[in-house]
């Protein structure tokens, strides 16, 4: 353990959460969440009922029972944990979220809003371009980095990335001996595209979320790819661009570029030199020449089709994570990642949203009060580099906060509690 850690913490109980399986409340009928998700077409007259009645749907999986909000989008109904109480819920609900250090605080208002039918963003990259601005647009954006936060009035791809990963609840782990899957993230992210619009147009009619493969399910997938991609390309005066998020399972370079495919799809997508260098700078963690091993690289990418019919990425961000998908900036955030993991800790990785927008800890362990800031320092030498730590460590000492530190070239620290 860090000699810095100067607090005495307490290890929290494990909640084993709600058993078997979970149960809301809608107009005052008891139904199975799994059914509400699997069919909701059949619960349409609860959820109006309940939406015109008292408004909200509640979750049982604690005493007393907490609210969900309601949101219809597609004529289709949804649940979604009420702002501000995801930690309140039992450890195995569905709709416990781990308390966030947020990167919204980047952007002024209008950016994100939340509303009865879900998240809104102001994207910053544009997928209708009119006839004349399509060459432009190809350019590359100005680096967000430059931009001071107080000034983003929009949402750029990586910030759009980490919106919907921490909103699905993918930078947080909670439980011990959990074995996160694609299968596993899909799942969550669906739940969170289907309720977010970018720039007010649904998020699920431009997003393609690469599914789990399955062979039952490859036709009815491959079709719903080639529709999709039917809706991109340039008609009359406006060119229609898409999104892809997906996981990357190989770069290889060909005459005019790059191959990228992705896991669990067969049809690649293709970048020229310039952006994925430029990419590949900006991002350099997810594309070290020595990933850690089992690591992941998440990819969202703005695609156009050519006139061949091939996907073209006009931009595109990354992020690491590691095994269980749990973003990391670095591969030293990796190993330490594994190491919560394998210690069974519960722990929450806060997410900037922009590039250098905002100043968190690099992770805050949950399972202990008061709960305890990690910092992963993995840089020596530099000067720049030293101040920011010392500055760091000035404010956690000011604030009270207890920080765990580990120094890279040490070996993996201890865990309090």
């Known amino acids: 353990m860090s000699d810095r850690l100067h607090i005495q913490v307490r290890r929290l109980p494990v909640d084993p959460g709600a058993a078997g399986t979970p149960l809301v409340e809608l107009a005052g009928q008891r139904v199975s969440l799994t059914s509400l998700r699997r069919v909701p077409e059949r619960f349409s007259s609860l959820f109006g009922a309940a939406k015109a009645g008292v408004g909200y749907g509640l979750c049982l999986c604690s005493t007393p029972p907490l609210r969900l909000v309601i949101r219809a989008g597609k004529g289709r109904y949804h649940l979604a944990g009420w702002p501000g109480e995801g930690d309140q819920h039992a450890t195995g609900c569905d709709f416990h979220k781990l308390l966030q250090v947020s990167g919204r605080s980047a952007y002024t208002a209008g950016a994100i809003e939340e509303t009865e039918q879900g998240t809104r963003v102001r994207l910053a990259v544009p997928l209708h371009l009119r006839s004349g601005r399509a060459a432009a647009a190809r350019t590359p954006p100005p680096d967000l980095d430059s931009v001071p936060s107080a000034t983003r009035r929009s949402v750029g791809l990586l910030g759009l990335l980490h919106l919907v990963w921490q909103d699905a609840g993918l930078s947080e782990w909670r439980e011990p001996g959990q074995c996160r899957t694609w299968v596993d993230c899909h799942r969550a992210l669906s739940h969170e595209v289907a309720t977010c619009a970018v720039s007010d147009v649904p998020l699920s009619a431009v997003l393609h979320l690469v599914p789990p493969y399955r ?110 998908y749990l973003p990391a900036e670095s591969s030293h955030e990796v190993r330490l990642t594994d190491h919560l993991v394998a210690a069974g800790r519960a722990f929450v990785k806060p997410l900037r949203y922009e590039a ?30 030293e101040d920011h730590k010392r500055d760091k460590r000035a404010y956690y000492a000011a604030a009270g906060i207890p920080v765990l530190e580990w120094e890279v070239g040490d070996p993996l620290p201890d865990l309090p509690g």
């Open 215 to 324: 062979p039952e399910t490859a036709r009815a997938t491959a079709l719903a790819f080639d529709r999709f991609c039917g809706e991109l390309g340039t008609s009359g005066r406006t060119t229609r661009r898409g999104l892809i998020l997906g996981e990357i399972r190989l770069i290889e370079p060909t005459p005019y570029g790059y191959r990228i495919a992705l896991r669990h799809q067969r049809t690649p997508v293709f970048s020229d030199a310039q952006l994925l260098d430029r990419v590949a700078r900006s991002y350099r963690a997810a594309f070290s020449a020595s990933l850690p091993e089992q690591s992941r690289r998440i990819v969202l990418a703005v695609v156009e089709r050519t006139g061949r019919g091939y996907l073209r990425v006009v931009d595109m961000v990354a992020m690491l994570t590691n095994a269980q």
């Open 356 to 385: 250098g927008a905002a100043v968190f800890p690099d992770f805050i362990l949950v399972d202990v009060d008061p709960r305890v800031y990690v910092e992963v320092y993995g840089v020596q030498g530099q000067q720049a580099y």
